[in-house]
């Protein structure tokens, strides 16, 4: 596509709900990444991908967060048991490659209630 | 851990004046410094990426300088238009793959 694409954009979950978060990256692009971005905050770093392999998930806040890119493409961001700390922007991005210019969607707005 | 701080949070200025942004960072082993914007309830715009073994990117009436040593980076906008008004976003990375962002600088451009 296009660009980075993310869905939903906006998530109402209530508190202990599962949730789960869908990035489509730029055609072609080996690295994506997921962020977190909470109000008024600059981005988080919380994982990133190279192809399917997940070789760095230190930012991930909790057991709870879980990220997977099977296939080198899509790539899903689950949250078990949503609290509402969790309530933040999920920003995903991709880049062609280690080093080069990182594209963001336009994220999803996760409100857990 | 690398920290990113930008000066001001928010700045306003009228149509036309030249707008200077600045971003400091801790750790000058830095891969790579990229500057974005955000418009509000969006997500990120690319605007400039400058190399570590570069001293400047320019794109248009964009112009970022970045001084490793002294662990700083610059964006200046010439002429701002109402059109600029957003967040910019500094966001430095320490190794090939990982962003620190700052928390940003809100600039309203009044018309």
């Known amino acids: 596509g296009a660009g980075v694409s993310q869905s939903p954009r906006y998530k109402v979950a209530k508190r202990g709900q599962d949730v789960a978060l869908r990035c489509d990256p730029i055609s072609g692009h080996v690295s994506l990444f997921w962020y977190q971005q909470a109000l008024g905050q600059g981005p988080e770093f919380l994982t990133y991908?190279?192809?399917?392999?997940?070789?760095?998930k230190s930012g991930l806040p909790s057991d709870r967060f879980f990220a997977e890119r099977p296939e080198g493409s899509v790539s899903t961001l689950k949250i078990q048991r949503t609290q509402q700390e969790d309530s933040a922007v999920y920003l995903c991005?991709?880049?062609?490659?280690?080093?080069?210019?990182?594209?963001f969607g336009q994220g999803t707005r996760l409100t857990v209630v | 851990k690398q920290e990113v701080t930008q000066i001001p949070a928010a700045l306003s200025v009228p149509e036309g004046e030249n707008l200077v942004l600045n971003c400091s960072f801790t750790?000058?082993?830095?891969?790579?410094l990229q500057w974005f914007r955000q418009d509000p309830g969006k997500g990120l715009t690319s605007l400039l990426l400058i190399q570590s073994s570069q001293r400047e990117q320019t794109s248009g009436r964009l112009n970022a300088s970045l001084d490793k040593s002294s662990g700083r980076s610059t964006l200046y906008i010439a002429a701002s238009q109402p059109g600029d008004s957003a967040t910019y976003l500094c966001?430095?990375?320490?190794?090939?793959?990982?962003?620190?962002f700052g928390a940003g600088t809100t600039v309203t451009v009044r018309a």
């Open positions: 991908f190279q192809n399917e392999a997940q070789l760095d």
């Open positions: 750790d000058s082993a830095i891969y790579n």
């Open positions: 991005a991709s880049s062609s490659g280690a080093g080069t210019e990182a594209f």
């Open positions: 966001a430095v990375s320490s190794n090939d793959y990982k962003l620190s």
